[in-house]
């Protein structure tokens, strides 16, 4: 029991040892390296009044007392040795930060006014059929806030089918293997009833929650501006959703990369897409009245 002991107080005095050179040494280091550039500086300065201060000298390992004890003469350990906390200088932060040049800022700016100009186009109804179904779409969406306390979409498809729409619910299967970027998702599909020029019906997807989303927590203000270019609800033709939804995706990864975090597979351009042009879909066609319970 006494050896161990013995062993014991040893190791810590040369644990406590080799602490106190390791950071000895290392205050040494930065002295050396954060010293001249200081001085310069100092002398740079107007102010001569500005002073820096050196920080206090570390503790030896020769300042450990030895003390005798009842059960024999081994050195222990009396208290810990005295460490500076930092090796920070009194610095006067506000003059050390570093301002943005204007340069800088107007490169920000002209970008983010280009982004939002480019999501206005994406979104903006191009034909006469887009913009009034999307009036549909809107005062529908109000009315069953009223009448169900929520906006559905099954509900929604009935109310455009009431009104002479032909719309289909297609629902994005998802799942598999891939299941985070391959994801589920309802949608509609509302066909036109008179041909286009070109002899083609005109098809076009309604999302009645897009803007939802692309929300993120903690968005900075630049991404804010971004998502209030973003309509509520998208109206319009594929090629278009599929631009939008792919420059969000640029800007949704950006933010993620200005605040160091890992862009999840679910918020991927891929990922995104997988809502509305999944690889697997179901297709239901609507009626004009949603279905009511069965009768006993």
Known sequence: Y???RNFIKRSIVVLISLRVATVDGFQQVAMAVVMPALVTRQHARKDSNTRWHRPQTLGRATDIEDTKTSCGS?????QAVPVSESLLFEFDLAEEAVEASPQTGRKDAERLRHVVEQLRGYSRPSTDFQRQLLLDVQRFKRQCLREESRHDTIVLAAKLCGIGYRVIVREAVGGGPNCLSNLRHTFLYVAAEQETRTGAVERVIVEPHFREHFEIANACPGYMEILDAVPVEFVGSRECLFSLVSSLCHEIAHEFEIKGLMLPPWRQVKGMLSKWFP????DT???ASPPGPSSP
């Open 74 to 78: 081994e050195p222990v350990v009396e």
């Open 279 to 282: 690889a697997q879909a179901r």
């Open 285 to 287: 066609e609507c009626e």
């Open 2 to 4: 006494t050896s161990r």
